[in-house]
């Protein structure tokens, strides 16, 4: 049963769209979702999410969450090819330090 | 900051014997490490929570006598994967927990089982 989905499994767009991927999960009374790249190593962290409504930023990636409606989206703008990448985002299982991960979304940004 | 260093990177070795990965947190102290496993094209699997001065946890199905875990600082944790095959052959990757309960990564060291 997976708990935390994400979509699109796979993007390609061009340099200079903008992406919006999603993270929906089935997890309540978390503490915090995060959301990773992961390039051909290990993931790197981009953001940490407690809060619904309020947007973390940094740089031309932002994402938000909702509670209510249990999801998360992180938005990309003017894509360049380095952003091609796994985008993995994880959610806090209630009651322990452990994350749940989603299957990721693959993005392929193209000269 | 949060750094988290992971050696061997890489290693290759023959069926039946033991590989011990070593995972390192740099600049901070990690109370609780984790270590996963990840298939080609497929999310982390998480397989056991490491914890300073006591046992680690297992996930389940993910056999404790073949994976074996110490956590014997606040900046060290190893994963020994015992009388190796190769269908253990995987990208195993570490994470420590930081102060926010957020997780940073090592790089992963790429084990093949011959």
């Known amino acids: 049963e997976d708990k935390v989905v994400q979509s699109p499994l796979s993007l390609v767009v061009h340099e200079g769209d903008t992406v919006t991927l999603n993270c929906s999960y089935e997890?309540?009374?978390?503490?915090?979702l995060l959301w990773y790249k992961q390039e051909k190593k290990a993931p790197t962290f981009l953001f940490m999410l407690?809060?619904?409504?309020i947007e973390k930023k940094s740089g031309r990636l932002s994402s938000i969450l909702d509670k209510k409606e249990l999801f998360s989206i992180l938005n990309i703008t003017a894509t360049q090819t380095g952003d091609s990448a796994i985008y993995l985002c994880?959610?806090?299982?209630?009651?322990?330090?452990?994350?749940?991960f989603g299957t990721g979304t693959r993005l392929k940004v193209l000269a | 900051g949060a750094v988290v260093s992971q050696h061997p990177s890489r290693v290759i070795c023959k069926s039946g014997t033991s590989v011990k990965i070593e995972c390192r947190s740099l600049?901070?102290?990690?109370?609780?490490m984790f270590w996963y496993r990840q298939f080609p094209k497929k999310s982390l699997m998480l397989m056991a929570t490491?914890?300073?001065?006591?046992?680690?946890?297992?996930e389940q199905g993910v056999e404790k006598d073949k994976f074996l875990i110490n956590h014997a600082s606040l900046t060290l944790s190893t994963l020994t994967v015992t009388s190796a095959h190769p269908e253990d052959s995987s990208f195993y990757i570490c994470?420590?927990?930081?102060?926010?309960?957020?997780?940073?990564f090592g790089p992963g060291t790429r084990l093949t089982v011959l």
């Open positions: 994470s420590a927990r930081g102060l926010a309960n957020e997780q940073f």
């Open positions: 997890v309540t009374n978390f503490r915090s």
């Open positions: 407690t809060s619904s409504g």
């Open positions: 994880a959610v806090e299982e209630p009651g322990t330090y452990k994350y749940i």
């Open positions: 600049d901070f102290q990690a109370t609780t």
């Open positions: 490491s914890n300073e001065g006591s046992k680690a946890t297992y």
